[in-house]
């Protein structure tokens, strides 16, 4: 069954703290209700990935697309667009609340995915006891037959971690990965997961997927941190 929780709308409870504590990721829905409409982010992001892909118009028209257009530095090709999006205040007590105050931002990614799925990994690995996460903001409805974001709770402790890198053949069942969780999102919602959660995305491999992936750490105070 796809995560459907509904929460609170637009607001970071103590039941979705303690969840990304435990699980390593929460929803957060309707965060920003607003999201495509308010931002113009639907039209500004193919026009941002044609810009970066020297491609002509809206990037769905090039021809022969790969399967992924993947944007690292997004926010430098509309910075005026992107930080209007940074400094909106409910993502500001969304990243408080689940890593303190002066949360450093990391990367702004856009991706457009194209009907390939994406197996099962995890992030960068951080020191214990450090959190770096990422949000998300799907710019069209997910579900399972489109390819929305799976994740596996718990995998962001190291002793899960260890378990499934000495089992490969266990993230070789894909989607139906035992206690794996599909997470079916609208517009405005934000997916949070910490980095080191192992998370993929499946689909009936035909449908397209474009995203904003913000990533943010907490603020850090020693040198290996």
């Known amino acids: 069954m796809a995560y459907s929780k509904p929460g609170i709308q637009g607001e970071l409870t103590a039941e979705a703290i303690e969840q990304f504590k435990s699980h390593g990721f929460c929803v957060v829905r309707q965060l920003i209700p607003e999201f495509g409409q308010r931002f ?14 020297g ?5 769905e028209q090039a021809p022969e697309p790969p399967s992924r257009l993947q944007i690292w530095p997004f926010f430098h090709y509309n910075p005026t ?3 209007a999006l940074l400094d909106d205040p409910r993502l500001g007590r969304l990243l408080e609340g689940l890593l303190g105050t002066g949360p450093c931002l990391t ?6 995915f194209r009907g390939q799925p994406t197996s099962w990994h995890h992030d960068d690995v951080g020191p214990e006891g450090f959190t770096s996460l990422k949000v998300v903001f799907a710019l069209e409805p997910t579900s399972v037959a489109t390819g929305c974001l799976y994740l596996l709770p718990g995998s962001h ?3 899960q971690r260890a378990s499934l890198e000495a089992a490969p053949e266990a993230l070789a069942q894909g989607a139906a990965l035992p206690g794996a969780v599909p997470i079916e999102a609208a517009v405005g919602d ?6 080191k959660v192992y998370h993929s995305a ?6 397209h997927r474009r ?3 913000m990533g943010f750490q907490q603020r850090p105070t020693t040198a290996e941190e």
């Open 107 to 112: 990367a702004i990614e856009g991706i457009h």
């Open 211 to 213: 995203g904003v992936y």
């Open 40 to 53: 113009g982010l639907v039209e500004a992001f193919d026009a941002t990935l044609a810009s970066a892909y």
């Open 55 to 59: 491609q002509p118009g809206q990037s």
């Open 190 to 195: 934000a997916v949070v997961f910490n980095i």
């Open 81 to 83: 667009l992107y930080h």
């Open 202 to 207: 499946w689909g009936d491999g035909h449908t």
């Open 157 to 159: 402790t190291a002793s």
